[in-house]
DNA sequence: AGTGAAATTGTACTGGC
DNA sequence: GCCAGTACAATTTCACT
């Protein structure tokens, strides 16, 4: 199951440039690489099946759609409300303004990362679907600055 | 710039399926959401040309790869370093087990969200990599449990 | 103007070396 | 792991609502 598969240089030169860019065709990448198109084909499908690669996916900006706001929501649960937290998980991913839901250690419960128009928008979640409901203690808000610097997985050195 | 276009519920329709798995081919998009294949690509095409599709992607799990913890590190920085802050950022996203660095308000001011193989290895980064840097005033660890739930951009009822 | 159907060009993918 | 063939899909063109 989590027999880690061990990667050449080659596939991590193909996991770098397919993080980037999935939607390149199998021979451009097959020609970025130094391989040829059937070889590559085959990296790839292995990477894939051995759930390297778990899944391609769109990558929609909010910001386009006039969500330019990103924040976390750092929620803490009420102790002896600790069984409604599926409830909570549940509603957090119902609301159409979520993007991801953490469940995290340490003194806050989740982490809410969501994308509003505005502050005015942030709060009106915040107040009418989260600080009301019975099993949130409390939320702080970590407005996001400029946009999320994201990075690719990258190969540790051992 | 900020035009953000408007968005009918077949192109919502797109966006959730190309945001599950973009690896679709057009012809079986085109099926899914009732639309003739030309008309389906143009739409494809617009949604790439106005960036509300910003970019194809491939998912690659870090749990395939030996790195089945996540974690997100709360930074805060020496107020008197604040102009260190790029260096700072510069470090994080050379880190490799960094998967995204969001520069944040609130009493902190950057969250790390890392991948790594297991709680010493967390350990090692802070303690060498983070907590010895000079412009680093506190890091507070938050290990991500269980898999991160995801969803996706959808439509606001305005 | 945008949608529906068909033809062409190119690539993805499967055999064999 | 590499080469060549076959089938399929992406993409363009044209007619229509």
Redesign the pocket.
């Known amino acids: 199951m989590t027999e880690k598969a061990s990667l050449d240089p080659v596939d991590w030169h193909i996991l770098s440039v397919l993080q980037d860019d999935a939607s390149i ?3 451009a990448l097959a020609e970025r690489v130094g ?5 590559c ?3 790839v499908r292995r990477l894939r099946a051995t759930g390297v690669i778990s899944g391609v996916k769109a990558v929609v900006d909010p910001a386009a759609l006039g969500r330019g706001l990103q924040a976390f929501i750092a929620v803490r649960l009420r102790l002896h409300r600790r069984e409604l937290a599926e409830v909570f998980v549940a509603a957090a991913l119902a609301l159409p303004e979520t993007l991801s839901v953490y469940n995290v250690s340490g003194p806050e419960d989740y982490f809410l990362h969501v994308a509003v128009t505005d502050s005015a928008h942030l709060q009106r979640i915040i107040v009418d679907h989260l600080a009301t409901r019975p099993e949130v203690a409390h939320a702080q808000t970590h407005l996001i600055f400029d946009r999320p610097l994201t990075a690719t997985v990258r190969p540790v050195p051992s």
Chains 1, 2 share one sequence.
């Open positions: 065709t199998n021979k391989l040829p198109t059937s070889s084909h085959e990296r």
